[in-house]
């Protein structure tokens, strides 16, 4: 099945900074989603890119598809955008998730 | 349009029970697909249900089962709960098999 990993597994940064989380996959995928889990354990949907780029606000997307890696991107960062940050592909009528990046925003 | 609602929002068990989460799709969504949370890792998925009829279904054990009812709202049934079900139980809907998800706010489920 496909794999999907993340990096880096842990982001420590202080408020202001800029930074970039990495997803590889292992095959072509229709659809790549990003997520932030808030504290409650809830998903939030970032971005729904199957490729190309897209913005919103201090966060933008970049997908490609033939490589296999997307990238997202927090500029300008604040403590609330700490948590943890999923990649997950679609294969087979289901979404395979990373492990996650952890990212802690200090102020 | 209301989200994704899952029921009840914790819960605790005892090893050998029974339990049954609930989960209301998004509007117009007919599609809802189940995930398993351990602490630390990613989610996992259980199941998919489309137009009532299972989907597709992961590396879970048949104690793990599911339905889907003509409004496309959808139960997780697990019996003879163990200690390693305690979990955060995600349920997501989407318009189709193939399109944008949209999680719920989980079941935390605590086996003892």
């Known amino acids: 099945g496909i794999q999907v990993e993340q990096s880096p597994p842990d982001l420590i940064l202080q408020e202001g900074a800029n930074s970039t989380l990495r ?38 997307a970049t997908t490609v598809a033939t490589e296999r890696y997307s990238l997202l991107y927090i500029s300008s960062s604040q403590t609330t ?16 998730f990373g492990q996650g990046t952890r990212l802690t925003i200090n102020p | 349009e209301t989200g994704v609602t899952q029921s009840p929002t914790h819960l605790i068990k005892t090893r050998g029970q029974q339990v049954t ?33 299972e989907n597709g279904r992961g590396n879970f054990p048949p104690r793990f089962s599911g339905l889907q009812f003509p409004n496309y709202s959808s139960e997780l049934n697990v019996n003879a709960l163990e200690l390693d079900d305690s979990a955060l139980y995600l349920c997501a809907s989407s318009l189709n098999q193939y399109t944008e998800a949209f999680f719920g706010q989980g079941t935390r489920l605590t086996v003892v």
Request: glycine letters at 10%.
């Open chain 1, 23 to 60: 997803c590889n996959f292992s095959d072509s995928v229709n659809n790549l989603q990003w997520f932030h889990q808030n504290p409650w354990g809830q998903l939030i949907n970032l971005f729904y890119i199957p490729s190309g780029t897209k913005q919103n606000g201090r966060l933008s």
């Open chain 1, 81 to 96: 955008d700490s948590g943890v940050y999923f990649c997950a592909v679609e294969g087979a009528q289901k979404l395979v």
């Open chain 2, 21 to 53: 989460l609930r989960c209301s799709s998004q509007s117009g969504h007919n599609t809802v697909s189940w995930y398993q949370q351990a602490l630390g890792q990613g989610p996992q998925f259980i199941f998919q249900y489309y137009r009532e009829e």
